[in-house]
């Protein structure tokens, strides 16, 4: 996944997070996945991105190798997914 930083900030590798926020949403066939990974306690350290997946289990996928990277344990992660549900025609 790729990951956006600031332009005068240092390399992602060298920088460290404490949380990951993280937006799954079912979008014309494919998911697509907004990540913030945040650092509680440097507030200037932060970083943001977006990719697309093609199935649910790759962007599930994406968030854990983001989690592992950095070492944010699974209590500092907030996931929200939005999908549609098939059998009514509603969004949820």
Excluded: Y
Aim: with cysteine; charged share 25%.
């Amino acid at each position: 996944m790729n990951v956006s930083l600031p332009s005068s900030s240092r390399k992602l590798s060298e920088r460290s997070f404490t949380h990951l926020k993280a937006h799954i949403v079912e979008e014309d066939g494919a998911f697509t996945v907004r990540v913030r990974l945040l650092n509680e306690v440097e507030k200037d350290e932060g970083a943001w991105g977006e990719e697309t997946a093609a199935t649910f289990d790759q962007a599930s996928a994406m968030i854990d190798a983001l989690a592992s990277e950095f070492s944010i344990p699974q209590t500092c992660i907030s996931i929200k997914i939005v999908m549609n549900r098939f059998q009514d025609g509603t969004m949820h």
